[in-house]
């Protein structure tokens, strides 16, 4: 029960899979690889094992609520609680700039919602002085937000979860009803779901930390570069070992005092509120 324990979610390939690697070289403690396909995940911890690396694993879908009670459950009986959570598991549809409703409100299920879960069930658990990392994105950054009068309630000083909730509902229903306007987003509205989904978690980002500041538990949310995976379609510059760098170092060598912080890959941390800087993802990157 007195071991200390690590979490990563979406972890049977790309980056998840690179800081739960990270991790079972660098952490004294119990690691958990994730997943929400249990074949995927237990080949995923066979091949770690032939790196002489011994990750546990559970099953976790973060979209479905039984799937995280179950493994709370594990981590109450089996553990006591948790030290070290990395929120990675997400989707993007980087083939199709623009995507239907029902493509849109998967990405934003995956890559926002989940952690609406992930916040009530198992953040509970985690213990006094842990640490927790939102893997965000550049589409993440408040800059990917061109609407007026979401910046302004995005980077409002009492902002709380229903603004961001109301946020995300605004732009799924403009999609379902056809109102939906490109200039509101970035970039023409490329990606409009994901960025949406991205703003919305570097949000929330910000009241976890607020929330959990009393137990010392710092809460950071990071852009890990662009990335070769199966995700980007193999477009990037960095591989997944290099972009797991910051995430571990957020995890294992940050000074407790960084909390509630945007990230970026080379651990700059940025003025999320800036709406006019030029941190948005420009999706000419993928070409190039």
Request: charged share 25%; with cysteine; hydrophobic share 40%.
């Amino acid at each position: 029960m007195s071991s200390k324990v690590a979490v990563v979610t979406g972890a049977n390939k790309g980056i998840g899979f690179s800081i739960v690697k990270g991790l079972c070289q660098r952490f004294d403690g119990v690691v958990y690889l994730t997943s929400r396909d249990e074949g995927r995940g237990r080949a995923a911890v066979a091949e770690l094992n032939k790196l002489g690396m011994k990750p546990e694993y559970h099953q976790l879908d973060v979209t479905d609520r039984p799937s995280v009670a179950r493994f709370a459950d594990h981590l109450r009986q089996r553990h006591g609680g948790l030290d070290l959570l990395v929120n990675n598991a997400a989707v993007a549809n980087s083939v199709d700039l623009y995507n239907s409703y029902e493509e849109n409100e998967e990405i934003v299920r995956i890559n926002y919602k989940s952690i609406l879960l992930i916040q009530e069930l198992i953040f509970p658990l985690v213990r006094d002085n842990g640490r927790i990392v939102n893997i965000s994105s550049d589409c993440g950054h408040l800059s990917n937000v061109k609407n007026k009068y979401w910046i302004e309630r995005l980077s409002g000083k009492n902002l709380t979860m229903e603004d961001i909730n109301e946020f995300v509902e605004w732009f799924l229903d403009s999609c379902k009803n056809g109102t939906f306007k490109r200039e509101d987003i970035a970039d023409e509205g490329t990606v409009a779901a994901y960025r949406v989904a991205k703003v919305a978690l570097s949000a929330a980002t910000i009241l976890q930390q607020k929330e959990l500041k009393k137990r010392n538990i710092s809460v950071n949310s990071l852009h890990p570069g662009l990335v070769r995976t199966d995700m980007t379609c193999g477009v990037g510059f960095y591989s997944a070992d290099e972009a797991a760098e910051t995430p571990l170092y957020l995890l294992l060598e940050a000074p407790a005092t960084l909390q509630g912080a945007y990230i970026w890959y080379d651990r700059k941390v940025l003025d999320w509120y800036d709406y006019k800087a030029d941190y948005y993802f420009k999706t000419s990157t993928l070409k190039s």
